[in-house]
């Protein structure tokens, strides 16, 4: 039992020292933590006093680099278009070899058709156009610039060639496009889109199916063919027949745009030059419906006058209501034909020809019917003046049908009239009876004859409207099937 208590009581002791021994330790790390929490606040207020200045330039660094992150290839242009502008001169031609020419390689695209004066013989279309060359001032190794193969200069700030259109009669509102293209090896591309106002030789002659051609010359107007030549960009048969930018709902259609290449020579030496053609059509299909079909309408309309007989006056009536037609029909037609002092429109010749038939008939027609009317009042003023016989003056005059009514009933009841008389005053009455109705035979006779004559006439006049009806018919058929062909 003693044995048992005092082992007891020696753990009891170990215990509790175990424990002193613990509470001393967490004791002495609480002491040095403390400690050392104290000495990390003192070196990191010392560290912040210390960096203090210096964040703004670490701030400034800071966004710096973060510039050069985002946009490495602006600050590459910026060098880039600064180095080969510095030093460039825009007044001397970009070659080396002074010997060498330039050569400026042309292209075009014709957009739309929007103006043709036929009075005034101007075009006006609108077109797209490139200048090609090559700049050998302006290249560039692209690997020592973050591989950059194309920047865009101002057109000012470098040289251009002087390029003109000798067509030229007006400066027109077109975008002005003040930037040109650069490619690495010195590659200049100039694309502006332009309206050209220009001078051309315009036939209307077969109007409305006519086909225009107008050119479009390019040439430098100072630099000869050893400073400056000229190139196409695109083969002559590409340009030719491309028409995808073409704008076709206008009344002009376009055919095509053939080009050459030629060398103009002069005092000043050979000059080179590109000729655009741009060959186009009008659309006739509005002219056929307000133009030529109420054209032939009247000209029938005419033709139906022939067969009113040639001494009616209605005749002249009907023919002077359809000149007053012609005369509406010509005042309205004159604001859809196109006016040129060159050539006249063949519509306009064959309307001037039927006007002048139906004017030419309608001249017969009145001088038939006065001559007629002449005749028959002359043959009316002196009827039976032998029926007077040698009356006094004083004596009542008697009316010319109340003579005839008196001789008649004498005649054919044997009666003498009121007056004294005998029987060689009867003859002399019977006779000057004879002689008026002799001429009266004289005078149908002389009207059947004219009647004859200007009927032989009035059919000449409407076979000749006929033929050229026909003609006219003929004539715009073969026109439009030429029109359709080409």
């Given amino acids: 039992m003693e044995k048992h208590g005092a082992k007891a009581h020696g753990d009891v002791k170990r215990g509790l020292l175990k ?53 490495p290839r602006d600050s590459a242009v910026y060098h880039l278009s600064k180095q080969l502008l510095q030093k460039y001169h825009k007044e001397v031609r970009p070659v080396y070899n002074w010997t060498k020419a330039t050569t400026v390689y042309l292209d075009l695209f014709v957009h739309a058709i929007l103006d043709v004066d036929a009075e005034n013989q101007i075009l006006k279309t609108s077109v797209w156009y490139w200048e090609v060359w090559n700049d050998e001032f302006l290249s560039w190794n692209s690997s020592l610039f973050d591989e950059i193969r194309e920047i865009s200069l101002p057109l000012s700030a470098i040289w251009a060639p002087d390029i003109i259109i000798n067509e030229f009669v007006d400066i027109e509102r077109s975008p002005d ?117 109420p054209n032939i309408f009247l000209m029938l309309v005419d033709l139906g006058s022939f067969y009113v007989p040639p001494n009616c006056q209605a005749r002249i009536v009907f023919k002077t209501s359809v000149l ?46 006065k001559f007629l009317h002449d005749e028959r009042r002359g043959g009316q003023e002196q009827p039976f003046v032998c029926l007077r016989g040698d009356t006094s003056a004083d004596r009542p005059r008697v009316e010319p049908r109340a003579q005839r009514a008196v001789v008649t009933e004498s005649l054919f009841y044997g009666e003498h009239p009121a007056q004294p008389g005998t029987l060689k005053e009867i003859w002399s009455q019977l006779q000057c009876i004879n002689n008026y109705l002799q001429t009266q035979d004289q005078t149908d006779q002389q009207e059947a004859e004219w009647l004859v004559l200007l009927s032989r006439f009035d059919r000449l006049l409407f076979r000749s409207y006929l033929f050229m009806l026909g003609l006219y018919t003929i004539t715009l058929c073969s026109l439009w099937a030429l029109w359709g062909g080409v």
């Fill in 19 to 71: 424990e002193i021994y613990f509470q001393i330790q967490v004791m002495n790390f609480g002491q040095d933590y403390t400690r050392r929490a104290m000495d990390a606040r003192i070196c990191l207020g010392m560290l912040a006093s210390v960096m203090a200045p210096l964040w703004a330039c670490i701030l400034v660094a800071a966004g710096i680099l973060a510039t050069d992150t985002h946009h």
């Fill in 177 to 293: 496009l003040p930037y040109v293209y650069v490619n690495s090896s010195g590659t200049i591309e100039n694309s502006k889109p332009i309206q050209v106002v220009s001078a051309c030789s315009l036939d209307t002659y077969a109007f409305p199916f006519d086909v225009q051609n107008c050119s479009l010359t390019f040439k430098s107007i100072l630099h000869t063919v050893e400073d400056v030549d000229l190139a196409f960009l695109r083969s002559p048969e590409d340009i030719k027949h491309d028409k995808k930018v073409f704008l076709n709902d206008s009344e002009w259609e376009l055919l095509s745009v053939s080009s050459t290449y030629s060398i103009l020579q002069s005092s000043a030496g050979g000059f080179a030059q590109i000729q655009f053609n741009v060959v186009m059509r009008r659309h006739p299909l509005v002219y056929v419906v307000s133009l030529l079909i």
């Fill in 324 to 369: 007053v037609g012609y005369t509406v029909f010509r005042v309205n037609m004159s604001n859809q034909v196109p006016r040129s002092v060159g050539s006249t429109p063949l519509i306009g010749h064959f309307f001037s020809i039927c006007m002048a038939f139906l004017v030419l008939s309608l001249a017969k027609s009145i001088v038939l019917v």
